[in-house]
């Protein structure tokens, strides 16, 4: 269970670096989140330097990721989630957690401030992942796979190889078909 926590809070730490880095540099919201990052770098790491060191990078970060495509953005988040994992898997086992859960709580305020403005797209690290704050329309094609999960209203969509149909699937937006 620990181990899920810890790579849970390293991909929300990836994707949140992205996604701030890419939408809110030089806010109050980048600011505190990047601050608290470098800080928690430095606690995790038991290393002071760890946190200037940290807070350059995020600066890199943001600028690498001004005009960047998706592949850049999601170098970046795979980056960051190295970065993450690296730190809670050298940390003692008894703090562990608490960084996990910090990391997660850092991740999820910024997410919140940034889209309390209005729908943003987020692309996850980890292979066609995505994480979105707006409509999504998830469609595959050939013989692989493709699912979603909607967890603030916790449907499930999903084909593996030629399976036809998703699971509850939404009633269609006034206007659709």
């Given at each position: 269970m620990l181990a899920e926590a810890v790579t849970a809070a390293a991909a929300a730490g990836g994707i949140a670096v992205v996604e701030g880095a890419a939408s809110a540099?030089?806010?109050q919201a980048w600011e505190s989140f990047r601050t608290r990052v470098a800080g928690w770098f430095g606690r995790g790491s038991g290393n002071a330097e760890l946190e200037r060191v940290t807070l350059e990078r995020l600066d890199r970060t943001a600028a690498e990721l001004d005009g960047?495509?998706?592949?850049?953005?999601?170098?970046?988040?795979d980056r960051w989630?190295?970065?993450?994992?690296d730190v809670l898997e050298a940390a003692p086992e008894e703090l562990r957690a608490?960084?996990?859960?910090?990391?997660k709580t850092f991740s999820d305020e910024l997410r919140a401030e940034?889209?309390?403005?209005g729908g943003t797209t987020i692309t996850s690290s980890g292979?066609?992942?995505?994480?979105?704050?707006?409509?999504?329309?998830v469609k595959g094609s050939g013989s692989?796979?493709?699912?979603a999960v909607i967890n603030n209203t916790n449907h499930y969509y999903g084909t593996t190889g030629s399976a036809p149909a998703p699971v509850n699937p939404?009633?269609?937006?006034?206007g659709q078909a």
């Open positions: 540099a030089g806010t960047a495509d998706e592949a850049g953005q999601t170098r970046q988040a989630e190295d970065r993450f994992a608490e960084l996990a859960q910090q990391l940034l889209n309390s403005g292979a066609g992942s995505l994480i979105a704050t707006d409509k999504v329309d692989g796979s493709t699912a939404p009633a269609p937006e006034p």
